[in-house]
């Protein structure tokens, strides 16, 4: 119906969404007030009260052009933990913990199937971290969105006690930066990386990607770091600064997370590079510092201290890699890019 | 650049877009920490703590389609109000008040000009009812969004103490509904509209509009209900329930403000309907049940009370008007439909 179009939440309507629903339900923890508050989730604060002086942090984001990806494959279950992830990462490097979550889904027409692998992912996704799925609209639109085209888009809401914020100001030039591992591109790149493999069979095993086809490797989750993150909080490791590598590579994400004079150097080849990012620079003949400007090349997130804690960090996180060093300018470096 | 596409927030770049900062920066409140959290909004939370049992209200909704008649008449000040409005309405029927808002902007290429207007009208829209406007994403995504198609998308978090929660449990039958006037479409309907009107010339006066121009009544911005329901609750009006009458109307929103088991029934005529519902219905020949399942026909927002309650409400708001009551059967009826 044209009525439709035009925002109306497709939600309270499809019977055939009840799997999603109850999956959304299952998120549901005991702060969250149910049965009342149809026109907006309710979650009680009580948890805020408890803190010396709780501080709110928020994040809104979108997984881009994954999502044709997604389409073209008809692999949708992973994008709700593309988007979940991405928002919780970037609560984290300010220290914060995520509290719960919001979802909005758009499309010309959305496939009740489609809508349900969506929703049910992004339920799962909010479970994994413990967060209830507070809310969302969904919108189908066919004067603003291409037949095919999805928008998936999140925000969350997180809090931390304001003596325990990481911002960055102890940050010196001679710290050290700590990598983790990214599962892939996460969920930037993919305008690029589609046109590079524009025409290829995406299902077809690949030599170059370790026998994985393009369809495995590029349609990965982005990863949650709260994990791993959160055992070296627990641990009171004295973290300086943490930046989520996104859109924009280090070059845009490390300065947002350094204080104002500071910059970076980072030695490539001190962590492995992903075989997919070869992969994409060789075959769309991109210059090394363009990937670096696009891609994350595997450091999906940075975490800056000094010399004697970033030890600390390796012998309880071995996944972390020293990758660099902070320098006094204002500059982010990648040496060694041949 | 392709790989802006991805997500990458246009707003860290676009240095023709100081004037839109200044005015989101002119909506921080004090609570809001700066120079700190570039990958995630702050805002200190310690209103919260002088709460009894704060609780947590949150929403997210679209503008729909009317960003389409903005992109027609090149009016994009009013978006900002739309999205907002309507997500602080939507807290507020459950007697939260809001603390701050996020917002998502997205098309297949973003002019700046259009993006400036559009997030300075948010901003302003923000500060007009006190809160910040604390994060947003801005997203390009031709893959994905018709040439010239926009949504904009908006979260709002609020805050109740559970004592004051507003959810419908004492609603009875018998009790009066009141209406508060809608400023006209608000943000639902407009995919119908724009059919009906197909064609027509947007910008000329017309008398069935009382001389104004469809542009002027179409675009006029989604209301704010905050300022007059908020002197209800500081007046302690015990007020039932409440319902923002958005997408499906008064036959889908009532019912999520009303118990189980009850319903309403409202007298046609008892309020004004604006020259722009008679005028879409009849160029539109659409049976006056479907109006009223697709337009809020004149009332943007109705509260429910109990008869003595009603009549101290109708002296404090002289523009709140008797529009119906509450029936003991599970249904929506409006009556005097011809």
Request: charged letters at 20%; hydrophobic letters at 40%; a negative charge.
């Given at each position: ?41 309710m ?5 805020l009260?408890?803190l ?183 641990a ?18 490390l ?69 660099g ?14």
């Amino acid at each position: 119906m044209n009525y439709e179009e035009a925002g109306v939440d497709i939600r309270r309507k499809a019977k055939v969404l009840q799997a999603a629903t109850a999956a959304i339900k299952a998120t549901y923890t005991p702060e969250v007030l149910r049965g009342i508050g149809a026109f907006g989730g309710m979650m009680e604060a009580s948890r805020l009260k408890d803190l010396a002086q709780p501080v709110l942090v928020v994040s809104t984001d979108g997984v881009g052009t994954k999502t044709l990806l997604a389409a073209q494959t008809g692999r949708w279950g992973g994008l709700g933990y593309d988007i979940v992830n991405h928002c919780v990462n970037d609560l984290l490097v300010q220290g914060a913990k995520p509290l719960f979550f919001l979802d909005y889904i758009a499309s010309a027409r959305l496939e009740p199937e489609v809508l349900g692998m969506v929703l049910t992912s992004l339920a799962q996704a909010c479970q994994t971290v413990g967060i209830p799925l507070l809310g969302g609209e969904t919108a189908e639109m066919p004067g603003i969105y291409r037949e095919g085209g999805l928008d998936l888009v999140g925000t969350i809401v997180g809090v931390v006690d304001k003596a325990h914020l990481v911002d960055g100001a102890k940050v010196q030039p001679g710290d050290v930066l700590l990598g983790l591992p990214a599962s892939g591109l996460h969920t930037n790149g993919y305008s690029l990386a589609r046109k590079v493999f524009e025409g290829w069979d995406l299902e077809e095993p690949r030599p170059e990607l370790e026998g994985y086809s393009l369809a495995n490797v590029l349609l990965e989750p982005h990863r949650c770091y709260l994990e791993p993150v959160s055992r070296l909080l627990e641990a009171h490791i004295p973290i300086k600064a943490m930046a989520h590598i996104t859109g924009g590579g280090v070059y845009e994400n490390l300065p947002r997370a350094l204080p104002e004079g500071l910059g970076a150097e980072l030695q490539s080849g001190s962590w492995p590079v992903p075989p997919i990012f070869r992969l994409i620079q060789d075959r769309g003949n991109i210059a090394p510092n363009e990937m670096y400007r696009v891609f994350n090349m595997g450091l999906g997130y940075i975490l800056v201290l000094d010399e004697t804690e970033a030890q600390k960090v390796v012998s309880l996180l071995p996944e972390a890699q020293r990758v660099g060093y902070i320098m006094d300018q204002p500059e982010i470096r990648v040496s060694g890019l041949s």
